[in-house]
């Protein structure tokens, strides 16, 4: 079981990039997702989920409104798009599953890809 986060880039501000987040050894779009992003010399932060059932979202604050949270159930992959990018969104970015449909419980993490934003 693996998840592969994909991705990332330099990008000025105010830019766009468009995350994703793909599994191997099962099936991504029966479980919930979550994005989450580690800056340098701060805790992880979580940013956004999705559940498998409804596909109801769930935002941080400090995204809200500019990044969005989808998934590609045929495809089986989620994907996050950011826009409105800020240099404080410079991170890497994690996506992450849990064990069944519902959010929460992060089981499986991908690696991570960079994201630079730059002013």
């Known amino acids: 079981v693996q998840l592969q986060a994909s991705g990332g880039g330099l990008v000025q501000a105010g830019g766009s990039l468009r995350l994703s987040c793909t599994a191997s050894?099962?099936?991504?779009?029966?479980?919930?997702v979550a994005w989450f992003r580690r800056a340098p010399g701060s805790e992880r932060e979580g940013l956004s989920c999705i559940s498998a059932r409804s596909d109801s979202t769930h935002y941080a604050e400090v995204v809200e409104g500019r990044f969005t949270i989808s998934r590609d159930r045929g495809q089986s992959s989620v994907h996050l798009q950011m826009n409105s990018l800020k240099p404080e969104d410079t991170a890497v970015y994690y996506c992450a599953s849990a064990r069944g449909p519902n959010i929460g419980n992060w089981h499986y993490w991908g690696q991570g890809t960079q994201v630079t934003v730059s002013s």
């Open positions: 050894g099962f099936t991504l779009h029966n479980y919930g």
